[in-house]
């Protein structure tokens, strides 16, 4: 996988997450969606700092998908939890990558765990294990 796919894939992930927060913030209580409406506006500036970076290497931005599938049996916050540790998993990809990739990836990888950790905080769940996309053994 070239640096530009990983970028795509970041890209992507990050208009996965806006729509998933955008859609499921309504179902939560008011303590989870204070802390999520605040992992939502983080997740919009990573998207402008990767549209940024796109236009700074003269590269065209992929287009988002018409809608993302947010089927799930677990609950809105749960499924946002989840959407935070696939987001480090693309980030995590990335860690190994040459510049300009490495230095998107790796600050954008702790983003992912403070988001996952905020988020589960405004959930009331333990924020135990907060590194995203690296499940414990």
């Not at 990809?93 to 790796?106: I, K, L, N, T, Y």
């Amino acid at each position: 996988m070239s640096d530009h796919d990983i970028l795509d894939r970041a890209v992507s992930a990050e208009y996965a997450a806006i729509y998933a927060y955008e859609t499921l913030i309504p179902r939560l209580d008011e303590r989870a969606a204070e802390a999520a409406r605040g992992v939502l506006a983080r997740h919009r500036e990573a998207r402008a700092e990767l549209f940024d970076l796109y236009g700074d290497e003269g590269w065209e931005v992929p287009a988002p998908e018409s809608a993302y599938d947010l089927a799930n049996d677990s609950g809105a916050g749960d499924f946002l939890v989840s959407v935070e540790r696939r987001t480090a998993a693309v980030y995590r990809s990335g860690c190994a990558a040459e510049s300009p990739v490495r230095e998107v990836c790796v600050p954008s990888l702790r983003r992912c765990a403070a988001n996952g950790a905020l988020l589960k905080a405004g959930l009331g769940k333990s924020i135990e294990n907060p590194w995203p996309g690296r499940e414990r053994p």
